[in-house]
């Protein structure tokens, strides 16, 4: 008799449990520089990539590496172990080839060099409420160091930028300017969330915040898209400073940074920045108010405690419910890319 399709399963709770097992074989593959290899050679065999990137294993535990990475889409595969040929799908071959400027891989170097052995603390981080990063071994906090070393933090704001550019071009087309000229992007960075309302909205004017390290960099992007005449920067620290007026200010990956009590600061800090009828824009991934149609939300507000102790991730209720608090009159909510929102407070 067949099982119904109501029948207990075990193969989800095993897929979610071995998870870690399907990640440490993109993260390495990643680390290897495998996918610009092959967008280098185009095709190659596993002894060929065996050769290339130094491995010592078995040429069967070549095989099943390669074999996985194809079983979840990561390469294509012609033919099978010594006759195998092996090649980027058109996903990896875009994405996560190191010379396109549509790589995204840096947040998955960042997720296997630093964050992959700190999730393996979560359990402490949950009974203990504390951070479980570099401090954790009374190291200073890599965010302090990582502004110190200037080829370090060009690498991780790049990575930052890249993989939130789906969302700022998302933002600049679908949020409704028309009743807007300047913008002040609060922990702006490289300054491509600026540079893409520019781009997109020809009557703004834009002002990219952030601390003084990340300057040069805002500006390189600034003047790489022709868009000085309507694209600036400052220079500050949003917490000691007023951030610069605006009719829309904008935190992208911010808020989350912080606890309830510096949430709220912040927003009461963007409201003194904009006039009667302007906006104030998180740019975050937004949990759904029921909590369970968002789960990567919910495991980057789990990041959160791993990196941050306080920081969380939230719902639309919880930014209406600060909202209220601050101030602010109506809000609203524009899905953009992947599991990100956009959540607006109206002044």
């Keep these: 008799m067949e099982k119904g399709n109501n029948q207990p399963s075990a193969a989800n709770i095993m897929q979610i449990g071995t998870g870690f097992w399907a990640s440490k074989i993109l993260l390495a593959a ?17 002894q060929q990539i065996k050769t290339a990137l130094q ?65 393996g603390n979560l359990e402490e981080g949950l009974l203990t409420g504390l951070p479980q990063n570099e401090v954790k ?7 302090v160091a990582l502004y110190r070393d200037p080829v370090k933090l060009t690498e991780f704001i790049n990575a930052m930028g890249g993989i939130q550019m789906g969302n700022f071009m998302a933002f600049a087309r679908q949020f409704d300017f028309s009743k807007y000229k300047t913008l002040t992007d609060a922990g702006g960075a490289s300054g491509l969330l600026s540079v893409m309302v520019a781009k997109y909205q020809d009557h703004m004017t834009c002002t990219s915040f952030d601390l003084p390290a990340v300057e040069s960099m805002a500006n390189d992007n600034i003047q ?7 694209v600036k920067t400052k220079s500050g620290d949003f917490f000691s400073e007023p951030i610069p007026k605006g009719d829309v ?45 968002n789960p990567f939300g919910l495991m980057m507000s789990l990041n959160m405690l791993i990196e941050t102790g306080e920081g969380f991730d939230y719902t639309f209720a919880d930014f209406n419910r600060w909202a209220k608090v601050v101030g602010f009159g109506s809000t609203s909510v524009v899905p953009l890319a992947g599991s990100s929102s956009a959540v607006i407070a109206y002044k």
């Excluded at 840096?106 to 296997?112: F, Q």
């Design 30 to 46: 990643v680390n290897f520089q495998l996918f610009s290899l092959l967008a280098e050679k185009k095709t190659m065999s596993a």
């Design 55 to 119: 491995l010592k294993c078995t040429d069967r535990s070549v095989y099943d590496f390669l074999d996985a990475l194809a079983a979840f889409k990561f390469l294509d595969r012609e033919g099978l172990l010594e006759t195998a040929r092996y090649s980027n799908s058109k996903d990896s071959e875009l994405f996560l080839d190191k010379n396109k400027p549509s790589y995204i891989g840096g947040i998955l170097e960042m997720l296997n060099n630093r964050l992959y052995r700190f999730w």
């Design 137 to 143: 071994d009374g190291l200073e906090n890599p965010f």
């Design 224 to 230: 790489r898209f022709q868009l000085a005449d309507r």
């Design 249 to 293: 200010v904008v935190m992208g990956n911010i808020l989350h940074d912080w606890n309830e009590e510096k949430k709220l600061i912040l927003m009461k800090k963007a409201y003194d920045a904009i006039p009667v009828g302007g906006a104030f824009v998180a740019i975050e991934n937004v949990i759904d108010d029921e909590r369970t149609q």
